[in-house]
Each structure stands twice: as structure tokens, then as C-alpha cells.
Nanobody
Framework: QVQLVESGGGLVQPGGSLRLSCAAS????????MGWYRQAPGKQRELVAA???????NYADSVKGRFTISRDNAKNTVYLQMNSLKPDDTAVYYC?????????????????WGQGTLVTVSS
């Protein structure tokens, strides 16, 4: 079992900043991909940013230059620093990881989602 706990969402004015955190716990052997997705009302869930175990990152065009994803492997935690926030960034943000979980004498690959944290950008 692997669990994710997200934090850091809230209400912020346009142009402001927020930092999201997502901590993984449980029977983790290693974490490969870590990412953030978001889903706005009436829209499909979309990838915001991702970071692989080697540190390479990928961003949605809409957030490039404003958001930064990072990870702390020692803490099994991924962060999303969001700057210059816009009303269009309003959404529920979900953490997602791909991890090898220890299962008995072996391992199993799991894709795990966080519970989501609401980010509202409004004046």
C-alpha cells in the first residue's frame, strides 16, 4: 500500500504564489515518475508538470515559466511551486506517482493518486 498526502492549496489573488506538496508513504521501494495534474470544473484532468527519477521535467505549455516542479527523494515528496497565478489556474490539483511497492517477497508497480487539493485564483 502506498498513500499520498497533499497540502498547500487555497485561495490566492491573481499574480500570487502557492506551493503544493505531496508526500508518499507506505511500502515504497522506489518512486519513478512524480507529477501534478489538475481538473477545472467542466474540464478534463490535464497534466500540469512531471518529474522523473533522473530529474528531467515536463510542463504543460500553459504553465511554462510560471510553475516549477521539484522532488525530494529522501522524503518521497514532490512539490509544485506556482507563481504568477491566473484565474485560469483555478482547479483541483492532484498528485500522481508511479512507484515500486514492496509486496511480500517481491515488488509491484503502482500508480497512485492523491486526494486532490483545491487552488482558487480570484480577487
Amino acid at each position: 500500500q502506498v498513500q499520498l498526502v497533499e497540502s498547500g492549496g487555497g485561495l490566492v489573488q491573481p499574480g500570487g504564489s502557492l506551493r503544493l506538496s505531496c508526500a508518499a508513504s507506505g511500502s515504497i521501494f522506489s518512486i519513478n515518475d512524480m507529477g501534478w495534474y489538475r481538473q477545472a470544473p467542466g474540464k478534463q484532468r490535464e497534466l500540469v508538470a512531471a518529474i522523473i527519477s533522473g530529474g528531467r521535467t515536463n510542463y504543460a505549455d500553459s504553465v511554462k515559466g510560471r510553475f516549477t516542479i521539484s522532488r525530494d527523494n529522501a522524503k518521497n515528496t514532490v512539490y509544485l511551486q506556482m507563481n504568477s497565478l491566473k484565474p485560469d489556474d483555478t482547479a483541483v490539483y492532484y498528485c500522481n506517482i508511479g512507484a515500486l511497492s514492496v509486496v511480500g517477497p517481491g515488488y509491484r508497480y503502482l500508480e497512485v493518486w492523491g486526494q486532490g487539493t483545491l487552488v482558487t485564483v480570484s480577487s
